[in-house]
């Protein structure tokens, strides 16, 4: 089951068809860049933990009216309620028409609520209820803080076969990183265990060295100076900014038939504006 056309489509470019991450926050910024992203794509609105679910459905709103394909987040832990997560999952598709949405277990060490983790929200059954056609799941290529390797594995393999025993696609969309060979590697592990899921490999967008560094320490995201180094980023010098130039020329050079449906998502660290100006300058240097 596809989850979405664009992964069934030749690429012209690594860049075509990327989606992006926003926040409630960036509705402003949104409509500002909104002009410069190409109509229909997919655009993730975080759950964060300072922001109301009326924030959220607006922002999905926003998205949707501005002719993007919202996919609003559900954090498990960080949900009150089972009258909280289904009345914003209404709010969602009843003001949004959403049909995507994106769940992650969320950072609190105990659950606020009754989800301690993703499968629950997926095994209540409350997603194609309301009609979702896919659903989004984190994919870890450098591993996951308190789950072994193997682990990681089985509870990946896990959440699929329910999402797709539920009748809705499964769409894997990684943590932002900045070393091109771990990713690699791990979507080609990926397909020889029989995970064919499109996979959506997160971009840092450009900005300063030190916020890159800021995000990758709280995400748990490895950015030794080896790893800088190839990143094109010297941490002995962290004055400046840095794109994903290299990364994104990586990826161009290496993805092949062997890592399967892959597409870039980029996560705006340094705003959303200077994100989709970079990638529509990286495009028109390569004269796409």
Not at 117 to 132: R, W, Y
Not at 136 to 142: A, C, F, M, S, V
């Amino acid at each position: 089951m596809s989850v979405e056309p664009a992964f069934d489509t030749i690429a012209r470019s690594v860049t075509a068809h990327y989606s992006l991450e926003v926040t409630a926050k960036d509705v402003p910024a949104l409509r500002d860049a909104a002009p410069m992203i190409p109509a229909g794509t997919p655009l993730s609105v975080t759950f964060l933990p300072d922001e109301e679910s009326v924030a959220r459905i607006a922002a999905v709103v926003a998205a949707r009216k501005m002719g993007f394909e919202p996919m609003p987040h559900f954090s498990a832990r960080r949900i009150a309620s089972q009258t909280d997560f289904e009345g914003y999952l209404r709010g969602v598709v009843e003001q949004a028409q959403v049909t995507r949405c994106f769940i992650v277990a969320g950072d609190p060490p105990a659950a606020l609520g009754p989800y301690s983790d993703t499968m629950s929200l997926i095994q209540i059954g409350a997603f194609e209820k309301v009609g979702i056609k896919s659903i989004g799941i984190g994919g870890h290529p450098e591993g996951h803080p308190i789950m072994s390797t193997d682990e990681c594995w089985a509870v990946l393999s896990a959440k699929m076969e329910e999402i797709e025993r539920r009748g809705m696609a499964a769409l894997i969309v990684t943590q932002f990183g900045f070393d091109s060979d771990r990713v690699l590697a791990w979507l080609k592990e990926l397909r020889a265990r029989g995970i064919e899921a499109p996979v959506r490999i997160g971009i840092p967008g450009p900005a300063s060295i030190r916020l890159l560094l800021r995000f990758a320490t709280r995400c748990g995201v490895g950015a030794s100076a080896a790893v800088m180094k190839k990143y094109g980023v010297s941490i002995t010098n962290l004055l400046g900014s840095a794109g994903p130039d290299k990364l994104v020329n990586d990826f161009a050079k290496a993805l092949g038939p062997d890592h399967g449906k892959v597409r870039l998502h980029f996560y705006p660290f340094g705003g959303l504006v200077k994100t989709v100006e970079w990638i529509n300058g990286y495009e028109a240097l390569r004269g796409l």
